[in-house]
């Protein structure tokens, strides 16, 4: 999951289109380097201005290589190559250096924040990103088409982001957003919470059901049908309104009471695939709170985090970063907007265009 989402998405080379966009958008004009001072300093960390005067460069390459590929049936990706570079072959697109000098200011407090806690990425980390780009290109050779530079600024950047949202997931404050946002997606508003037993026939299901009637404990014939199964003590492991239930067990559940025990009840993961066969213990009819909900929380929601899966929003931990950091811009670049966490760029009024001498050329 990209921590940032660029102002244009579009980029060339089809096989690697959704995946190595870092985004610029910009208005013709020029921004040059202008004496020694950094571009932006991040938590005392300076970035130099040659370094985003290559890192703009490199990315207009790569949308002029998307080009030549046949992949701007719309023109929209020449526009885009015209405005990242400036009004010299001296500088280089003033909004096209504003937004990547965006990105590079977060990746550095991405970085120093991962830093902290010995959670940067790897070389091993970055090689097997590598491996995967390949593999999505159709190899090695293909892989090679693509801009150098451009492509050692996506893999790092990328496993920058998938470092940060690892830690980011796993981190306290993580870990209470993922059982917020689970408990927000899967139990408010759902009062009917049920516990269950699963085994793989309906008479199996029927001799559980008969353990429970005849006096077992709940879940631990649920525990002794499917060892190592991750059942609640306490709590439940889903919560339905009425409706959902009979749809997904084909009964009906409207006047059911706590600690009511029903089944068998068959049930398929999706259309037409074989069903595993439920004994169900009503747990809650009017639903539970956040805090009712932790027993079940913390059985669903642990606190390792694998956010492979993309399902972890890592946008909040960032914007707290964000608004911490020590971050300086050079006037040159525009200023830093907390409001919109990216480098504004300067606008001369009057005019359309922005242009800023190379020092080297004018001994500044």
Request: hydrophobic share 40%; with cysteine.
């Amino acid at each position: 999951m990209e921590l940032r989402r660029p102002s244009v998405r579009r980029a060339g080379l089809a096989a690697v289109a959704t995946l190595l966009v870092v985004g610029a958008s910009a208005c013709s004009g020029g921004t040059g380097l202008v004496g020694t001072a950094p571009a932006a300093t991040v938590n005392d960390t300076e970035i130099s201005q040659s370094a985003v005067t290559d890192a703009t460069e490199a990315t207009a390459r790569f949308y002029a290589d998307s080009i030549e590929q046949g992949q701007d049936s719309d023109g929209s990706l020449a526009t885009l190559v015209d405005q990242m570079k400036g009004d010299s072959s001296y500088s280089v697109g003033t909004e096209g250096a504003a937004q990547v000098l965006s990105d590079m200011i977060v990746d550095q407090v991405i970085a120093d924040e991962l830093a902290k806690h010995d959670a940067l990425p790897t070389k091993q980390d970055r090689s097997e990103l590598r491996s995967q780009l390949e593999q999505s290109v159709g190899g090695a050779a293909e892989l090679k088409k693509i801009d150098a530079e451009y492509l050692d600024q996506y893999i790092e950047r990328r496993s920058l982001n998938d470092a940060f949202t690892a830690w980011a997931a796993s981190s306290p404050e993580g870990l209470a957003d993922r059982r917020q946002a689970y408990y927000d997606q899967n139990i408010a508003d759902r009062p009917l919470c049920l516990n269950a037993i699963q085994v793989q026939t309906e008479e199996e299901a029927k001799a559980a059901k008969e353990r429970v009637d005849g006096g077992e404990d709940f879940v631990a014939v649920a525990q002794d049908l499917a060892p190592g199964a991750n059942i609640p003590a306490t709590g439940a492991i889903a919560c339905l309104t009425v409706e959902q239930a009979q749809q997904a067990f084909d009964l009906d559940l409207s006047d059911a009471e706590p600690g009511d025990v029903v089944g068998p009840a068959a049930f398929a993961q999706t259309d037409g695939s074989a069903p595993t066969y439920l004994v169900l213990r009503v747990e809650q009819t009017d639903g539970f709170t956040f805090e009712e909900a932790q027993p079940l929380l913390e059985a669903l929601v642990p606190a390792e985090a694998d956010p492979s899966d993309g399902s972890f929003d890592a946008s909040s931990a960032l914007d707290r970063l964000l608004r911490k950091a020590d971050i300086w811009v050079n006037s040159v670049y525009g200023r830093w907007s907390d409001a919109q966490q990216s480098v504004i760029a300067p606008h001369v009024p009057g005019t359309t265009t922005t242009s800023t001498p190379v020092a080297a050329l004018t001994g500044s």
